[in-house]
């Protein structure tokens, strides 16, 4: 599949849902006066009710997945016979690593939802994984039938890459110390992008230089109570010199690479602060990596902002 950025458009659309779906199954079960067969009977009627709401979000997730793909991209493609992609290099492996971020988010959300609809967590874990990998396996196999540019066509690799992400919320549930784990993005507007004229948010999805995926650590039980709860440790991986850009000045000659940082992450919720508003900030930065000054340590050694 190319692009794979291009689910990003659509993430804020089911994220909504998820979190729609949240606090419509967060409702308690009406416990007003009655027998106690009237009690049971209002009790599963409601638990029904809130585990349908809480549908919304595998239905966002794969529906937010094919619409968004359709319209931004592949109402311009030509339709062509099912094809296997070569899987070429053309993102530096960064494209691998938006596939497993977006079905990570994914798979996580919906398990969120179905766990406060009542479902038990282990069977939530895995309908989750269940949902997130149908759809990124649907839209692989949409991709097969399109071929706008050689990047497009079913791709075993970024199938791969969405069963890992799928599948860390399963491993997470069954064993807890990987909970430590999460993954984020961030964005750093690349030269690349400002080429553009005006700069727009399809080339932002588009443009592989200005995105950097994280995979964050939770260091804090490791080194004891002196270590601020707040402050993670970071491993990112981004691009550079791709061959799209270059053609843009300065560019002509490099050779494209796989940059790899190391960078402290912030963790809100261990600032100790209370409050809905602040649990939304911290539901909204569990998905994003602030930006902080990062150590490049490959192909070469050099402190950037990421």
Same mark, same amino acid.
């Given at each position: ?13 089911? $994220? ?6 949240? !606090? ?16 049971? =009977? ?18 966002? =997730? ?11 991209? @592949? ?8 094809? $296997?992609? !070569? /899987?070429? &290099? ?5 494209? !691998? ?11 996580? /959300? $919906? ?9 038990? &967590? ?51 549930? *069954?064993? &807890? ?13 690349? !030269? ?5 004229? &005006? ?8 443009? *592989? ?51 790899? *940082?190391?960078?402290? /992450? ?6 100790? $602060?209370?409050?809905?508003? @602040? ?6 930065? /569990? *998905? ?19």
């Amino acid at each position: 599949m190319s692009f794979p950025q291009r689910r990003l458009l659509v993430f804020a659309f089911f $994220i909504v849902q998820f979190w729609v779906g949240n !606090k419509l199954c967060a409702q308690d079960v009406d416990t007003t006066v009655g027998s106690e067969h009237d009690w049971a =009977e209002r009790a599963s009627r409601s638990q029904g009710e809130r585990i349908l709401r809480a549908s919304w979000g595998p239905l966002a =997730e794969i529906g937010g997945a094919y619409f968004g793909n359709y319209f931004f991209f @592949w109402r311009y493609a030509d339709r062509v016979p099912f094809h $296997i992609s !070569k /899987d070429p &290099p053309y993102a530096m492996h960064v494209d !691998k690593a938006a596939h497993f971020y977006a079905s990570d988010k994914g798979a996580d /959300d $919906i398990r969120k939802v179905y766990q406060h609809a009542g479902v038990a &967590p282990a069977t939530a874990a895995w309908l989750g994984a269940t949902m997130s990998f149908v759809a990124g396996t649907m839209v692989e196999m949409v991709d097969a039938i399109h071929d706008h540019d050689p990047t497009y066509g079913f791709s075993f690799g970024d199938l791969g890459c969405d069963f890992v992400g799928c599948a860390l919320p399963v491993l997470q549930y *069954y064993n &807890p110390g990987l909970k430590r784990l999460d993954a984020k993005i961030s964005v750093w507007p690349s !030269k690349a992008l400002a080429a553009y004229t &005006p700069p727009e948010i399809t080339q932002l999805v588009q443009d *592989y230089e200005s995105q950097y995926y994280w995979l964050s650590v939770d260091v804090h039980d490791w080194m004891g109570d002196w270590y601020p709860k707040w402050l993670r440790w970071a491993v990112g991986i981004g691009a550079e010199n791709l061959v799209p850009a270059q053609n843009l000045p300065g560019r002509a000659g490099l050779t494209p690479s796989t940059d790899v *940082y190391l960078a402290t /992450d912030l963790d809100l919720r261990g600032l100790g $602060i209370q409050g809905s508003v @602040w649990n939304f900030i911290c539901d909204v930065f /569990d *998905y994003i990596h602030i930006p902080f000054p990062a150590l490049l340590f490959y192909p070469h050694v050099q402190f950037r902002i990421r």
